[in-house]
């Protein structure tokens, strides 16, 4: 029998949303207990095929790649913003997040995907995923991301409860 092998990296993936806050309190949580390094994964829905072929019509293609790069970097800093904000608020789960957090990673593409993929190529033990619960008839739905992750993934996934 193999031997559990305590996690090195684990993959917080979030949605940016106000919600996620119970999310990363339990990535980091973690992190401490398995002194592992955290890499924080957002993904950008794509444009579209009709968005595309709109831009395309009106601008070169090099110029929608900057505009594109320079989205994926507005949306990192807005990652950065956030977490700082919400580290100023609860020092003790941050006291040692630049120790933790390992890097901060947009990719662009459906999010499920984009989480699996990312966890399969870099070597990630650990994907933690807000549920993203929704009511309806009285009953808990997961949402679609973290249910297509957890149906899909090749790694061990943990939900969180996040009441969005």
Do not use: W
């Amino acid at each position: 029998m193999s031997e559990i092998k305590p996690f090195q990296t684990l993959l917080y993936a979030t949605n940016l949303g106000t919600c996620m806050r119970p999310v990363f309190r339990q990535a980091i949580h973690l992190a401490r207990i398995h002194k592992a390094k955290i890499i924080m994964l957002h993904a950008v829905a794509p444009i579209g095929s009709t968005g595309s072929a709109i831009l395309s019509m009106y601008m070169p293609g090099k110029e929608i790649h900057d505009i594109e790069q320079e989205s994926m970097n507005q949306v990192i800093e807005t990652m950065r913003e956030r977490l700082k904000n919400y580290c100023a608020e609860e020092d003790d789960i941050c006291k040692d997040k630049d120790e933790l957090l390992d890097k901060i990673v947009v990719s662009a593409g459906n999010p499920a995907d984009v989480i699996n993929h990312y966890a399969e190529t870099h070597g990630v033990d650990l994907i933690v995923i807000g549920s993203h619960t929704r009511q309806a008839s009285g009953h808990t739905m997961l949402g679609s991301t973290a249910r297509t992750v957890t149906q899909h993934s090749k790694v061990p996934v943990l939900i969180i409860p996040n009441g969005g």
